[in-house]
């Protein structure tokens, strides 16, 4: 999970398969970001993802105001895109993102369940959804 990461390199799939794995993260008041791919500015190319859960916890004494102003941002793959990032034949299956103890956070989580802030036009091309649950 994206806790400060950068992804600027490139991450060839050939084709293969990521399959069932579970992803955690418990936020504080020093993880405002959750993702997988983190703060993008590299390539994802031709992978599949299956059946990936991301779970991310937010303790009863986590307030959702973080030192410096900054919010919670859960996204499943990525916070943001910067000018060299593209996601081409990403196909996504049975993946699911779940924010629990979230009463804090509900507008925190990505519109899309995929990322935070929307790539460029045409930079992104990804098959499949995320399923998203917010509980308390």
Do not use: R
Not at 104 to 125: F, T
């Amino acid at each position: 999970i994206h806790v400060g990461l950068k992804v600027k390199k490139s991450f060839y799939g050939n084709g293969y398969t990521i399959s069932n794995m579970l992803v955690q993260s418990t936020a504080n008041k020093n993880t405002s970001e959750h993702s997988i791919f983190g703060k993008m500015n590299g390539t994802i190319e031709n992978l599949t993802l299956d059946n990936i859960t991301m779970q991310v916890k937010v303790p009863d004494n986590t307030s959702s105001a973080i030192p410096g102003g900054k919010t919670h941002y859960t996204a499943f793959l990525a916070q943001s895109f910067g000018d060299n990032a593209s996601i081409s034949g990403l196909t996504l299956n049975n993946c699911s993102l779940t924010l629990t103890g979230a009463k804090y956070y509900e507008e925190d989580v990505a519109e899309n369940g995929l990322w935070w802030e929307s790539p460029a036009e045409g930079k992104v091309s990804v098959t499949g959804t995320v399923t998203t649950t917010v509980e308390e």
